[in-house]
């Protein structure tokens, strides 16, 4: 009696799978490679949509685990993007918080410095959720080198008393005052001292200058400075690709493996599109005007952000790849003795032209 129910349950199994079987043939799903990419076609043999699995590494700077949490970089939403399909546009212009319509990307350029200390960019991402609907989504990103500075110093400070302290403005003994900053005479000549003003109110960070934990502050500082622009852009198009239903599920990643070499997979489904490039500047243009956007027939979802300042954790996370060999060649140009080097005398007088603080 128990062989025969045994039997009768496979026999129901084996049907179930056939009717799966069948529907999946309906459907027309094809599986490419080996097996981590699905496609779905239509009637007349074109590829509709796309289901896939991609691998995201650390290594490969596709994800970066900033604790708690491990964040798909620019690099990892890229390389998603290959199966998702969306379309990043960079409009001619954007408008900012004030009003003023400029160029886009935007950098604001210190005058003292000579140097970038802010950018604005504006980005857009084109293209199907994987439930089949037109989706655009928009963002304008502040980028704040110089705040991101701060939050670097502030964290420093926490962890090294030595490396300077929170404090107020008032009652300092102040050498020089710059655009950004105070220089401090601590009655040392060999402790040359610096206040960085956080806001109005006098609240500040009082820094040592020859600490080596704010030596390597400034160094980062300079190294965002250079590539303020080129990183700005590919925090925006994580935003906006972060945005969009096809990537959203994204952002954070649960990964696994050793540090520095985590990896995650990811589901991504995308749907095959024939905009041309004056479509998708068309589509573009009519969700910057606002209303009703209609794409062969069918009503597009439109989702903007709005005005968002770029978080240090986007800042530490985000490094362009000539960003990562300056930077390594600065480090080894700290680290490399130099034959006969005379010793360096501790500085005493400050100038105010082009200062970093």
Same mark, same amino acid.
């Given at each position: ?37 699905? =496609? ?9 949509? =796309? ?109 090294? #008393? ?56 400034? @160094?980062?500082? =300079? ?13 925006? @198009? ?73 978080? #240090?954790?986007?800042?530490?996370? @985000? ?21 006969? #080097? ?16």
């Amino acid at each position: 009696m128990a062989v025969a129910e045994q039997a009768l349950t496979q026999m129901q199994d084996f049907q179930l799978l056939q009717k799966q079987l069948e529907a999946v043939k309906k459907q027309n799903i094809a599986v490419l490679g080996d097996g981590q990419v699905f =496609v779905k076609r239509t009637a007349n043999g074109m590829i509709r949509s =796309v289901k896939g699995s991609v691998t995201l590494s650390e290594q490969s700077g596709d994800i970066a685990y900033i604790y708690p949490k491990t964040m798909t970089t620019s690099k990892g939403f890229n390389k998603a993007n290959q199966i998702a399909g969306l379309s990043i546009i960079t409009p001619e212009k954007l408008q900012l918080p004030n009003g003023d319509i400029v160029v886009n990307p935007f950098p604001m350029v210190e005058p003292r410095s000579g140097s970038i200390g802010k950018v604005w960019v504006k980005k857009m991402a084109i293209g199907y959720s994987p439930t089949g609907v037109l989706v655009v989504t928009s963002a304008t990103l502040l980028y704040d080198v110089r705040m991101y500075f701060v939050q670097d110093v502030l964290k420093k400070v926490g962890k090294v #008393a030595a490396a300077g302290t929170l404090t107020m403005e008032f009652g300092l003994n102040i050498v020089k005052e710059t655009e950004y900053g105070i220089f401090v005479d601590s009655g040392d000549p060999k402790r040359p001292q610096a206040f960085i003003r956080i806001d109005d109110s006098g609240l500040g960070i009082l820094i040592e200058l020859s600490h080596p934990d704010i030596i390597k502050a400034v @160094e980062t500082y =300079v190294q965002k400075k250079l590539f303020a622009e080129r990183n700005a852009q590919s925090i925006a @198009e994580r935003l906006v690709m972060s945005k969009h239903p096809a990537l959203s599920n994204i952002a954070y990643v649960e990964a696994t493996g050793p540090d520095k070499a985590k990896v995650a997979k990811v589901p991504v489904v995308g749907f095959v599109h024939d905009f041309n490039q004056d479509q998708l500047l068309d589509i573009a243009k009519q969700a910057e005007q606002g209303g009703e956007i209609v794409v062969n027939g069918q009503k597009a979802q439109v989702i903007d952000a709005g005005v968002i300042e770029a978080s #240090a954790e986007e800042m530490m996370a @985000e490094r362009d790849d000539e960003e990562v060999v300056h930077e390594a060649q600065v480090v080894d140009a700290t680290v490399t003795p130099v034959p006969d #080097a005379q010793p360096v005398k501790p500085v005493t007088q400050f100038s105010t032209g082009g200062g970093l603080w």
